[in-house]
T-cell receptor, first 114, second 113 residues
Framework: DADVTQTPRNRITKTGKRIMLECSQT?????MYWYRQDPGLGLQLIYY???????NKGEISDGYSVSRQAQAKFSLSLESAIPNQTALYFC?????????????FGPGTRLTVL | DAKTTQPTSMDCAEGRAANLPCNHS???????VYWYRQIHSQGPQYIIH???NNETNEMASLIITEDRKSSTLILPHATLRDTAVYYC??????????????FGPGTRLSVLP
């Protein structure tokens, strides 16, 4: 979905490096989310934000931090990357008050930590 | 969120209906059943959701049992492009904090020519 973009799409880095993954959306949604997906598994929620001043931890927030710079931008940082953070990372958005509460996902960022 | 149980994988012939079951025996009265799918490492895509009544949209139909302990997603005429992992999720549809989607391993549907 071109309305939710993620950069970079692929990244290879080394253990101990700081990495930032960025998410931008043009849907005008107030809620944004970061998920990770390990091979063959479902998605796990890392952090979510219901508006610019709101940040909440998800299931697996350890080792990650986020920043909601604006309503349209939500960044995920790995302060000191480790190999078991190798995964596919998805950003998603949704809008408060919609009947379906549908989440719209970005194309994903494939991160490899060596 | 209530836990769901889905088969790990299913096959379906192209052009036939694909029926994907989901068990959610501990679902609460205010929890909805949602279905998403994920095509080959792309971001998940919303399909449909429902509370008690059966629902239909341009993509699929959702049949929920009267006791709400299970449901079935129906793709009426499966195509090769429907090959994907299908996730059944139960959660409260509200504006409350903390009500987020929990994606389990899902069902891998393979549509065969």
């Amino acid at each position: 979905d071109a309305d939710v973009t993620q950069t970079p799409r692929n990244r290879i880095t080394k253990t101990g490096k700081r990495i930032m993954l960025e998410c931008s959306q043009t849907k005008g949604h107030d809620r944004m989310y970061w998920y990770r997906q390990d091979p063959g598994l479902g998605l796990q929620l890392i952090y979510y934000s219901f508006d610019v001043k709101d940040i909440n931890k998800g299931e697996i927030s350890d080792g990650y931090s986020v920043s909601r710079q604006a309503q349209a931008k939500f960044s995920l940082s790995l302060e000191s990357a480790i190999p078991n953070q190798t995964a596919l990372y998805f950003c998603a958005t949704s809008q408060t008050g919609t009947g379906s509460d549908e989440q719209f996902f970005g194309p994903g960022t494939r991160l490899t930590v060596l | 969120d209530a836990k769901t149980t889905q088969p790990t994988s299913m096959d379906c012939a192209e052009g036939r209906a694909a029926n994907l079951p989901c068990n959610h025996s501990t679902i609460s009265g205010n929890e909805y059943v949602y279905w998403y799918r994920q095509i080959h490492s792309q971001g998940p895509q919303y399909i449909i959701h429902g509370l008690k009544n059966n629902e239909t949209n341009e993509m699929a139909s959702l049949i929920i049992t009267e006791d709400r302990k299970s449901s079935t997603l129906i793709l009426p005429h499966a195509t090769l492009r429907d090959t994907a992992v299908y996730y059944c999720i139960v959660r409260v549809a509200s504006v409350n904090y903390g009500q987020n989607f929990v994606f389990g391993p899902g069902t891998r549907l393979s549509v065969l020519p």
